[in-house]
């Protein structure tokens, strides 16, 4: 998929020359960069090859064809749980980001729906890591989006997650909740970490408030599968309380048993000591269930997704 970026010129952009232009809104690269940009026949203006000196006008489209990335590999092997004329459920599996950023942009799910589906703009309403594997909710429309997002906003959806964490998880009768404020981490290394504060008063600004209910359903070899049912739509939030409750979620580089486990994931140099202390290659976290109401129908939802077999299978390595 080619890599693209667009810009219409407004009234005031208008009368300047496209070089000056350019240089001066995208200062991520010089002024000769940019030269060198325009010589390789990266820009076009109006659907033609674009010169550094043409003059702009209102209502001219500039278009920069990047340079295609190299991305990483991922797994594309998504399933349709459901379709109709406004959604899309999806299965995804692990690893697949939800959407372009940073080395990824073909390898995304949003790419990939774009790709496969026809979709102009695939509108992902619940968003998971690139390491979460389960059900992720496409909205096909502008509308059903909207709708889609006011039943998350308003806590009516039902989510379970399942989740194999390092541990023997309480087995209580009732469920181990995890409340407070969630928050960066001031002690990490690392800047987008979160930490689960159970007092307001000693949360960093900026903290948001979130609650998670865990049950644990089975434990072996030292290991437990846990059921999570956030009633909050926090980032990392399940995986920050577990280790705020001390249960790390297995494969988890950032929120697991060591955290400089994802510095060297970053930089590609992970031992085979890490991957055996990680234990498998993904995050042992899984979106299992998803129960809404149809946008449109107003019928109720309930979709369910099975824990995949890499994750089950870590329960029974001793």
């Known amino acids: 998929m080619e890599r693209k970026n667009a810009v219409l010129i407004q ?6 020359q496209l070089l000056d232009f350019i240089s001066q809104r995208f200062t991520y690269r010089s002024r000769e960069e940019w030269e060198a940009e325009l010589a390789a026949r990266r820009f076009l203006l109006n659907d033609t090859e674009a010169q550094g000196d043409a003059i702009l006008a209102q209502g001219d489209r500039l278009v920069y ?3 295609p990335l190299i991305e990483p590999p991922v797994d594309t092997n998504y399933t349709v749980l459901h379709e109709d004329d406004d ?3 999806i299965n995804k599996p692990a ?4 959407h372009p950023g940073g080395r990824f942009f073909a390898h995304t799910l949003w790419a990939l729906l774009k790709e496969k589906h026809g ?8 968003r998971l890591d690139r390491e979460t594997s389960g059900i992720v909710l496409v909205a096909k429309n502008k509308e059903a ?4 997002q006011e039943q998350f906003i308003q806590q009516k959806v039902e989510k379970v997650y ?3 964490v390092e541990g023997d998880f309480p087995d209580t009768p009732a469920t181990v909740e995890a409340a407070g404020w969630l928050g960066v981490d001031p002690e990490s290394a690392i800047r987008k970490k979160m930490r689960l504060f159970p007092a307001q008063k000693d949360a960093p600004p900026g903290a948001a408030e979130c609650s998670t209910t865990f049950r644990r359903l089975s434990s072996a070899n030292g290991l437990s599968l846990v059921e999570a049912r956030p009633h909050t739509g926090r980032c990392h939030q399940i995986r920050a309380s577990l280790l705020h409750l001390g249960f790390p979620v297995v494969g988890d580089k950032l929120y697991g048993v060591d955290e400089q486990l994802f510095l060297r994931f970053q930089e590609d140099r992970l031992t085979d000591a890490d991957q055996a202390l990680l234990r498998i290659p993904s995050q042992a976290l899984h979106a299992s269930r998803l129960r809404f109401s149809h946008p449109v129908s107003g019928i109720e939802l309930d979709f369910s997704a099975p824990l995949p077999a890499s994750i089950s299978a870590v329960m029974l390595k001793k």
Do not use: K, Y
């Open 65 to 67: 064809l990047m340079d």
């Open 145 to 148: 989006a909207r709708l889609c």
């Open 95 to 98: 690893p697949l980001p939800c």
């Open 87 to 89: 959604l899309l459920v």
């Open 162 to 164: 399942l989740v194999v």
């Open 119 to 126: 979709l102009d703009n695939p509108r992902l309403i619940n």
């Open 11 to 16: 009234p005031h952009q208008a009368g300047r």
